[in-house]
């Protein structure tokens, strides 16, 4: 099974941006479709945006038009470009690896907090 480890939260003001990444074990990263979730307290984890094995992005209607998600499968890494930061954007990050043969994986999450 795949493990993965984020990176690049931090404290940003509103509207500037952040770049997150996710870092994956294993050679069958590619086979995995990749996504981004986040989570605050007291509430269940969203969806934010998904990339298919192919590339194939899609994302949740709160964050389309600031947010890319993109992979690098020759690097085992997934990203989050996030612009426009709003401080509803505020969360815990989380990576996922979704594979019906393989099983799910999370990574550990990443703090991202947009002041106003």
């Known amino acids: 099974q795949v493990q993965l480890v984020e990176s690049g939260g931090g404290l940003v003001q509103a509207g500037g941006s952040l770049r997150l990444s996710c870092a994956a074990s294993?050679?069958?990263?590619?086979?995995?479709?990749m996504a981004w979730y986040r989570q605050v307290p007291g509430k269940q984890r969203d969806l934010v945006a998904q990339?298919?094995?192919?590339?194939?992005?899609n994302y949740a209607d709160s964050v389309k038009g600031r947010f890319t998600i993109s992979r690098n499968n020759a690097g085992n890494m997934v990203y989050l470009q996030m612009n426009n930061l709003k401080p509803e954007d505020t969360a815990v990050y989380y990576c996922?690896?979704?594979?019906?043969?393989?099983?799910?994986?999370w990574g550990q999450g990443t703090q991202v907090t947009v002041s106003s």
């Open positions: 294993g050679s069958i990263f590619s086979t995995y479709t």
């Open positions: 996922k690896a979704v594979s019906s043969n393989w099983g799910d994986a």
């Open positions: 990339i298919s094995r192919g590339g194939l992005p």
